[in-house]
């Protein structure tokens, strides 16, 4: 592609630097900013330029957030001894927006991935351990995808905490509700079938 | 979408203005600048910044450019009798990328859209009549996209051309080069029938 003007390929070139956005895609979004009064712009560059440099994290858990502790740590309704584990921000509003879940979450900021140069020291697993050894904490629910990377991530966690009282699990994998049985893939409908769940107890749930 | 941090929701809102991205899509590029350096968001906002401040168009053909007058314009090379008349920047590269073009363009910013509200005042058509009245213009062709916005421009523009003894044309509309006939659509295969050209002719595009 070639630029008739050489702000206008800088622009391109940074915004088409964000995942999945290809030059063109950035050339259409940067010729849209260019109708619009200045004033957009302005506020989505001073928005992206102030959380990349005042964000925080919260001290307990690493989820984003404005405060030191964020509000669902924050929170006395919330169940102390009840720990997810997170990879991201993303996971933690998908859980709160089912209204399900009334423990405190772990935010770890990825999974282990050799491929990607990622290790345990890269995400939070030493803070998540040494909250662990304090006591508080029961149960460990892994919420990582079911993927390479997320099951070596609960692997390399659950050997840590060997010697601790606390009990782990892992969110239910299965049939989608609403689903159809023939749709399913193998895995996920092989899973469901061994790890079927007693009668009584799938009515608790609704 | 609930937030954890006011923050994130704001950069998150800023990114959503953009044309064809959603806040599931923001929120992942926003969370993409967190991991990365600083430094690329501020690269970022500092060149969205400066090009909707700084951008410059040329005065001739209203492109986007640096100078005054743009490269294309300000060349001597350049067929100063044709001008091709173009939707915007992206017409321009497209039809250069071709190298098949040797005269000078007309950016006219849009198509006239009542229903988007864009009138022939928006547009740059007054700035084009008043080069075609200067008397160096001996052809305009008509490179808008064939719908009924860019259709109602061309009459708009040639019905203001009244009296000046200027050609029209309209680039041609036919089954793309390596498209099979099965697959055209009728519009579209039935003006590449009515606006046949000789087969000498078409010898001598190649």
Redesign the interface.
Known sequence: ????????E??V???S?????GKR?A????????KQP?D?????????????????F?ANCH????VDI???CASPKRDRTLVCVVE???D??AI??TSQYRGLYHVLGGKISPMEGIGPHDLTISSLIKKAKEGEIKELIFALSSTMEGDTTNFYIFKQLDGLDINTSTIARGIAVGDELEYADEVTLGRSILNRIPFEGSLKAN
């Open positions: 592609m070639e630029f008739s003007s050489k702000l206008l800088n622009a070139y940074e915004m630097q964000l995942p999945g956005i895609t050339l259409r979004l940067v010729l849209h900013l260019l200045e957009q712009t302005s506020k989505l560059s001073v928005a992206l330029d102030t959380v990349r440099k005042d964000i925080k919260c989820n984003i957030s404005d964020c509000e669902i991201d921000i993303r933690v509003m709160e927006n």
